[in-house]
């Protein structure tokens, strides 16, 4: 079943425009370590920081994956369609990579309305569809396997290219989301399904829908990254990622309506602080063994935070800069986002929270794809050029 922007995006981006902004959701994993005994409160939340400095689109790697290092507060993330034999998609993504730069710089004419772009940054990537046209045995060729409590649109699953805008300014956001769309309109490009999201200021964890302090753990380091997020240098598509999206309903209501200790034995975690069930403070990280005089886990067998340990899982690490939605009282949850090396790191630790995982009983997937997220770019070398050999070239009149 579609919502209203599975069609076009246009509803969409008019929720960014009128600003939403209520608190986040996210559902992550996290790695499993023994942590100290006892609890550490958090008293005081951390200040919420001003707008962010200006984030240069150009280097190794796209802008919006792992800088700026604290997602912004606004994204809108939307998804197209190209023409099925229609021409090569080189084209249409170094224009698109000229367009983005602008708009990062300021020098955008008044595509923004004369206002400053601020931490705006654009995270492109392209669809299997796509990808497997140029050779099949490539790092994003394959589509995401089916899964548990998934509500199938023809329009909101898979996709060929995906455009994530994010910025402190849901005003910026939104105009550059708009300039954006009219240039992939000039190219044949038609969105599938659009939708804005939002998280509170903050730095490190911040509270969800669900009212948890979540994105406790990410990789972070120079070492984590490469080793998890990162695909390897050397070859062609080295500084992409492979990113998987899921629009993920939540039952908000129901969960609230358990009392704390319920929720709480579902998540794995204090709801005051995120501190781990088997003790310690919120950045600690969860010790899976530990247990009661009696012998029980203290962290539940089905907790969240036991089943999507990437420990427990199999998989590697994966860098998740997801967002809050609420397009009605009936349609809220997490727009997830994930960066990793292998498609298998999401998929194993999906599968196993489709095996058993308390909280997947509120969830249900609404839209959902994996695209690889090209490398960076800069004047020399456009936007997709190590997968579709293009040329920067602007359209002509």
Known sequence: MN????TSGSEGRRRLLLGLIPATFALGACRATPGPPGRTVATTPPAAPGPGAPVVAA???QAGIDRPRQPQQHTVLTVYGLP???????GTLGRLGIAIAE???GASGGRLAGMPPGDLTVTVGVGPRLVSAVDPKLPGAAELPAFAREERGELTWGGDLLVQISASDPLVAGLADASLSASLAADDCVPRWSQPGFRPAGTGAVRNLLGFPDGIENPRSAAELAGHVWLPAGGPLAGGTIAVVRRLRIDVPEFQAQPVSGQERVIGRHRDDGSPLSGGAATDRIDLS???PDGRYLVPA???ARRANSLASGGGLMLRRGYSYRNAPDDQGLLFVSHQRELRTFTGTQQRLDEGDDLM??????ASGTFLILPGFDGR?????PLFGTKSTRRTP
């Open 361 to 366: 009983r509120f969830v249900t997937a609404t």
């Open 103 to 105: 708009l990062s710089s």
């Open 290 to 292: 530990a247990k009661t």
């Open 3 to 6: 919502s209203p922007s599975d």
């Open 84 to 90: 099925e034999g229609g021409a090569p998609p080189g």
């Open 381 to 385: 070398r456009p936007l997709g050029q």
């Open 59 to 61: 280097g190794a790697h």
């Open 302 to 304: 089905m907790a969240h």
